[in-house]
């Protein structure tokens, strides 16, 4: 029959170093989303919608992480909760709320 063969299968032990490089290569567009999931569904077969998920955790961390860094008001709360910090007032336990209370209010 002229039908392909396909390939030797990857050994299992070698899942996640192929999963970490898929990720890394999917995050630098060197790879395409659905051949990312294909290559997902072929080692990890149904439970591979997990890590179809993975990218896009990834890419809203970093969104979020930017947004922390670069918004003026998520600095200025940042300032604040510093500055109230330094002066003892920025929250704790729940042990030392009657000696932190003065500041906090």
């Not at 996640?16 to 395409?32: G, I, M, P």
């Not at 294909?38 to 992480?65: C, H, P, W």
């Not at 600095?75 to 007032?89: D, F, T």
Request: with cysteine; charged share 20%.
């Amino acid at each position: 029959s002229n039908r392909p063969v396909p390939p030797d299968p990857m050994p299992v032990e070698h899942y996640y170093t192929h999963f970490l490089s898929l990720v890394k290569d999917l995050l630098d567009c060197n790879v395409e989303p659905a051949v990312y999931e294909d290559k997902l569904r072929e080692m990890f077969g149904v439970n591979s919608y997990i890590a179809f998920t993975l990218d896009k955790l990834i890419t809203n961390i970093v969104r979020q992480s930017h947004t922390l860094a670069t918004d003026t008001m998520c600095n200025q709360i940042k300032s604040s909760y510093l500055k109230q910090r330094a002066l003892g007032g920025a929250g704790g336990s729940l042990s030392t709320q009657v000696s932190r209370g003065s500041m906090e209010n």
